[in-house]
């Protein structure tokens, strides 16, 4: 991009802080990019923020309220300062909405040159060569996925991209996508027949080439883990990156700087392993014996688990994990070792017919490596646990990624050079929820960034008028087993006075199930309200329903959800005017990676409860909160069905986390609340 802002009218000697905010000024060039922009002096306050940070170098913490126009905020700055910029968000959606709608917008309306360019990992891909060999795969589930397999084949010859975002139709859940994708472990890489056209590798190529690349958290640490994405070359290369939805960082970070193996990976080796034996080197080894003994030892080390909860994790302080026969355990580990071994020999004695041997011989090591790690004992200051589904996931990882921050992002300790680098660096990290107290520590300590620059910008929403908050006094404790019964019959009663536009958030899986059976059940062949369930329809499909409500002659909606719709989802207007939900969101007290951030704060003499659990319920419950009221005009309800938000010490300090909504106090103001929306 060079000195891109150079072309920008007004530019030239101008400080690039002053470049920003002429930018947001009434009738100014943002006005032309953006459909019935106002001016609001938090978002131009944190434009000024961020082009500071760009022309300083550093780091920059900036939580901004719903409403403020955050990405306007770093984009605006970004683009004029002319530096080559990276972009990371934590969902796909954001990042397609970047890359498709507000970077082009805005660089038009700046009359900037900008090159674009949208990096995924490789998962988002359709790889040729693995589509050609799942034609000739026998193990496809049924039919259904031979049907998808051909639309994906038809769509194939049109792609240019290779991204299967774009492919109309296509279920984000399906089973086929493993058959057509690649992963780091059976890539072959430049030994491939297909390497010369390869989507992953063009969109890396033209990563690297742009001014401004957008790509997702997962990519970013996939890469600060393995040095593999691409993002090696790249980064070195860019001074500017961003963070959005940057509270998802820490949790996204630790999946990938610790050590993973899995009985899904080994099954998968296995399928690979059949389906190439059979197609390039039938009847020159054994393979559907190999094959049977590699998928028992996975299913029989599954086994050992037994009738644990599906969903669950398992602590893993001694030699098994907790409540797993340690013998037992240990035999299974060694029987799949030896049988990956095994696969490893065969695959030897037919290495020079096809890659794909080369590298599958390469994945048997790999994940023989991987799991004869996990009987050894764990790196210090790590924790270990088993992911507990269909399959098992042997995972160890940090606590949190302040140390990789420090040292492979800020540079802490560098010197010569690579200080100097790191030094001009800007780093920006942004949300609408990053803690609840001055300093965001919430955010910031376990990210590394406690000497970060700390900026809060409030939402402009005038929150006492457009929402009200209101906790039922009379319902049972959060632990009663009736619980989750009450909760829907309030739902119910709510929904049907507005004609549905109510979502229900729920704390667990378990909820979500009664919950959504319940309300199912209760509006069953009802031609006024529809009941979706999230985990029934793919979530893109849901949040379309759920949009449109009652429109067109439709019935309105009542969406259950748990877990990934709490944040980044978008329902403005009136389809979305009651919030419902079931519990404080404090993290499950039995998980391992809970339980030993808690036992180290205790080391530290800190409270866990108070310097761990209230504020991950505070930032949890006010992204909830945050589905609620989403433009200027929005008028809704926020219903905690918790009674600890009033009666306990800490709801103090919950309630004032949520937007400054009035609150509402009992069920008569709360049914005259609801007949003004119905009205």
């Known amino acids: 991009m060079g000195d891109a802002a150079a072309g920008w009218p007004g530019a030239g000697t101008q400080r690039l802080e002053d470049l920003a905010r002429e930018a947001f000024v009434p009738g100014g060039v943002l006005s032309r990019a953006a459909e019935a922009f106002r001016p609001r002096s938090g978002q131009t306050e944190m434009a000024a923020a961020v082009a500071r940070t760009i022309e300083q170098g550093g780091a920059l913490v900036v939580e901004a309220g719903t409403g403020v126009g955050k990405t306007f905020s770093y984009l605006v700055p970004a683009l004029l300062s002319g530096e080559r910029v990276l972009l990371s968000t934590a969902t ?66 049109g792609t240019r991209t290779g991204d299967l975002a774009e492919m109309p139709g296509l279920d984000e859940r399906s089973p086929v996508l493993p058959f057509v994708t690649s992963t780091r472990e059976n890539c072959l890489g430049s030994q491939c027949p297909k390497f010369r056209n390869c989507h992953v590798n063009n969109a890396r190529r033209e990563a690297l080439a742009a001014d401004v690349v957008v790509i997702n958290h997962h990519l970013f640490f996939a890469d600060l883990a393995v040095r593999e994405s691409g993002m090696a070359e790249l980064l070195p290369t860019v001074r500017v990156v961003i963070f959005d939805e940057a509270h998802q960082l820490n949790e996204t970070g630790v999946q990938f700087l610790g050590q993973q193996a899995g009985t899904g990976q080994v099954l998968d080796f296995t399928r690979d392993m059949l389906g190439a034996g059979l197609q390039f080197a039938r009847g020159l080894v054994d393979w559907q014996q190999l094959a049977a003994a590699t998928e028992r030892a996975a299913r029989d080390l599954r086994l050992v688990v037994g009738r644990a909860t599906p969903g669950s994790r398992l602590r893993w302080t001694g030699a098994a994990p907790e409540g797993v026969d340690e013998r037992m355990w240990g035999g299974a580990l060694e029987q799949m070792e030896r049988s990956l071994a095994q696969a490893a020999e065969g695959l030897g004695t037919v290495s020079e017919i096809a890659p794909d041997f080369v590298r599958l011989h390469e994945r048997a090591a790999l994940l023989a490596q991987r799991l004869a790690a996990f009987t050894r004992e764990p790196e210090p200051g790590a924790v270990r646990w088993v992911d507990v589904s269909t399959h098992l996931r042997l995972v160890e990882s940090p606590l949190d990624i302040a140390e990789a921050v420090q040292q492979k992002l800020l540079k802490s300790g560098a010197t010569g050079g ?60 959060p632990n009663d087993p009736a619980h989750s019964g009450a909760v829907a019959a309030l739902a119910q009663r709510a929904a049907q006075r507005i004609g549905g536009r109510t979502m229900v958030l729920t704390t667990t899986l378990r909820a979500l199930r009664a919950i959504g059976e319940q309300l199912q059940a209760r509006f069953q062949g009802s031609a006024a309200i529809e009941v979706l369930v999230q985990g029934q329809w793919p979530k893109r499909r849901l949040i379309e329903r ?73 930032v949890a419950l006010k992204q909830g909160a945050g589905r609620l009221i989403r433009r200027e005009s929005d008028q809704g309800l926020l219903v905690v069905c918790d009674t600890r938000l009033v009666q306990m010490s800490y709801g103090r300090r919950l309630m004032a986390a949520l937007p400054p909504m009035r609150r509402l106090n009992d069920e008569t103001e709360f049914d005259e609340a609801l007949g003004r929306l119905g009205g």
């Open 92 to 157: 796909k959606t954001l990042q397609d909405q970047l890359f498709a709608r507000d970077l082009p917008r805005l660089a038009d309306a700046l009359g900037l040159p900008v090159r674009m360019a949208l990096l995924k990992g490789r998962g988002s891909y359709l790889c040729t060569h693995r589509l050609e060999m799942a034609r000739q795969d026998a193990n496809l589930p049924d039919r259904t996925a031979v049907r998808t397999l051909a639309k994906i084949e038809e769509w194939a010859q």
């Open 418 to 477: 690579e200080a100097e680098a790191a030094a001009r660096r800007a780093w920006v990290f942004t949300s609408a929820t990053l803690g609840d107290d001055a300093r965001l520590s919430w955010f910031t300590e376990p990210c590394g960034l406690g000497d970060a620059e700390v900026l809060r910008v409030a939402s402009p929403f005038d929150y006492p008028s457009q929402a009200a908050v209101y906790v039922p006094r009379q319902l049972p404790r």
């Open 546 to 618: 759920f949009r449109e409500g009652a429109a067109e002659g439709r019935p309105g909606c009542i969406l259950v959800a748990s877990a990934s719709f709490w944040e980044g989802v978008d329902v403005p207007g009136e389809a979305l005017q009651l919030v419902v939900i079931d519990k404080l969101p404090f993290p499950p007290p039995g998980d391992p990676l809970v339980e030993a951030r808690g036992q180290r704060l205790e080391l530290q003499g800190r409270s866990p409860f108070n310097d761990y659990f209230v504020p991950e319920a505070a």
